[in-house]
Nanobody
Framework: QVQLVESGGGLVQAGGSLRLSCAASGRTLSIYTMGWFRQAPGKEREFVAS????????FYADSVKGRFTISRDNAKNTVYLQMNSLKPENTAIYYCATATMANRGVFGSWGQGTQVTVSS
């Protein structure tokens, strides 16, 4: 099992930046992919970005390409999401999740989420 704890959320004005962090513990060597998802009020949870733990290959939702950057520090078992040029529509709870080597297609472990609020 992998445990995840997010941090770094907060209130920011439109055009500003935030960096989210997600620290993993437990069976971290089993992690294949680490990802960020978000859920805005009244909307379904959606994919934001992901990164392969070993190769560092990244994937992004079209809506965040060029503004958000996902990175990882394997020595710290931590994944980051640098968010620039934030917009009010980016307001959401942001969740970190992982998929394991044994089940690469499923994000089976989730953090508790961190609130990001972008004011206009």
């Amino acid at each position: 099992q992998v445990q995840l704890v997010e941090s770094g959320g907060g209130l920011v004005q439109a055009g500003g930046s935030l960096r989210l962090s997600c620290a993993a513990s437990g069976r971290t060597l089993s992690i294949y992919t680490m990802g960020w998802f978000r859920q805005a009020p009244g909307k379904e949870r959606e994919f934001v970005a992901s990164i392969r733990r070993i190769t560092g290959t990244t994937f992004y939702a079209d809506s965040v390409k060029g503004r958000f950057t996902i990175s990882r520090d394997n020595a710290k078992n931590t994944v980051y999401l640098q968010m620039n040029s934030l917009k009010p529509e980016n307001t959401a709870i942001y969740y970190c999740a992982t998929a394991t080597m044994a089940n690469r297609g499923v994000f089976g472990s989730w953090g508790q989420g961190t609130q990001v609020t972008v004011s206009s």
